[in-house]
Each structure stands twice: as C-alpha cells, then as structure tokens.
C-alpha cells in the first residue's frame, strides 16, 4: 500500500509538471504583452514544483528494534532507508524530522553523524553511541561517491541511507503504538509515514 502511494504521489507531480511545461510553451507561442507576464508566472510555478520534484525523498524500508525496557518489550531504535527520488544534489544538514505520538511532538536535527554500515549491522553500529535523544543520524548503504558521508549531500537517485532515530525514553513503542515521523527538507515536499509497532517475535521487526 505504502509503496502504491508513494508511485501515485510521484506519478501526479510528474505529470503535473509536464502540464504546466506544456503551457508555458503554449503560451511562449502565442506572444504578446499578457503573454509575458503569464509566461513568468508559469515559469516560476513550474520552477517550484520541478524543485519539490528534486527534493522528493523515498522511503523504500522501515524498521525498528525491540528492547526489554522495565520488563516490556518496546521499540527504541527505528532505521528508515531513504533515497531521492531524481538525481540532484540535496543538502541534508538542513533536513529536520519531527515525531508524534499523539501526545508528545519532538523535533530532531542532524550534526552531521553519518557512516557507511560497512560490515556493521543496521542496529548495532558505533554510530548509535553518537545518536541523542534530539539528534538523528545516518548509516549508509549505498554511496559511490561518499557524498552524505563526505558533504552531507545526496546527490544520485541510486544513494540510499537509514535514517537512525534513538527514541526519547517517553516515546519508545510497544506493540500496537504508533508514531508519525515527518520528513522536512529544507525546500520542497514534506514526507510523513506513520509507523505502527507490529508483534515483537523477533528482536527486530519491519513496520508496514
């Protein structure tokens, strides 16, 4: 369902972006005084949504790790792997994510922690130890260039990275808790996924 979304979402600001490219073509065409004026006007509306385009992000995984915290089974790691949607340099140093419960709304920032997972697991990586409460990082896995790593900068469409998120000690998720994690770039589409603690069969678990 999620990825179905996502296609869609991806699929209409396509198309609407050829729609208005064709207009301001029409309108380039058949000239005039008012023409001109219209022409800058879609030109600029048209130079913004080929922007939200640029700064689209994917989310292609989400998954979280239980803990047994004061006898309970919760969640207090979760991993996002994202990637952009076309390839263009994006500054991620000023991506900002909020999360909320329902209850509790915090927002975290990035300080630039960021390594490749090499032979590292996803949940057990040195990174957790520099990941606080109000700070999320990144663990790479798939960046030719080190641009994230290097420059805090995605800028391929094959660049892929986990999100890693530490949980406040009042926000962590047991079974049927859900949190909404929104995505803020600093320009262009907002991203929001609500994940819901599934069974804690296994230690670390796929949100749907």
């Known amino acids: 369902m999620g990825n179905l979304g996502i296609t869609g979402i991806t699929t209409v600001i396509i198309l609407i972006s050829l729609i ?11 000239g005039g005084t008012s023409g001109n004026a219209k022409e800058k006007d879609l030109n600029q509306i048209t130079n913004e949504i080929i922007d939200e385009i640029s700064s689209y992000l ?6 979280g790790k239980y803990y047994t915290i004061n006898s309970e089974k919760r969640i207090q790691k979760i991993g996002l792997l994202i990637s952009p949607l076309v390839s263009q340099d994006m500054d991620v140093s000023k991506l900002t994510i909020q999360l909320c419960d329902g209850e509790t709304i915090r927002i ?26 109000n700070h999320f990082g990144f663990i ?10 290097d420059y805090d900068t995605l800028n391929k469409n094959t660049d892929m990275a986990y999100v890693v998120i530490r949980l406040p000690d009042d926000m962590t998720m047991a079974k049927g808790e859900k949190i909404a994690v929104t995505l803020f770039p600093s320009t262009g589409i907002t991203k929001i996924t609500v994940l819901e603690a599934p069974l804690p069969m296994k230690s670390i678990v796929t949100f749907e």
């Open 140 to 149: 790479v896995t798939h960046d030719r260039d080190n641009s994230l790593v």
């Open 58 to 63: 994917q989310i292609k995984d989400q998954k």
């Open 20 to 30: 208005l490219i064709g207009v301001t073509v029409a309108s380039v065409m058949s």
């Open 108 to 133: 975290f920032s990035y300080v630039g922690n960021s390594e490749a997972i090499g032979s590292n697991s996803l949940f057990e990586h040195p990174i957790w130890n520099n990941i606080t409460n």
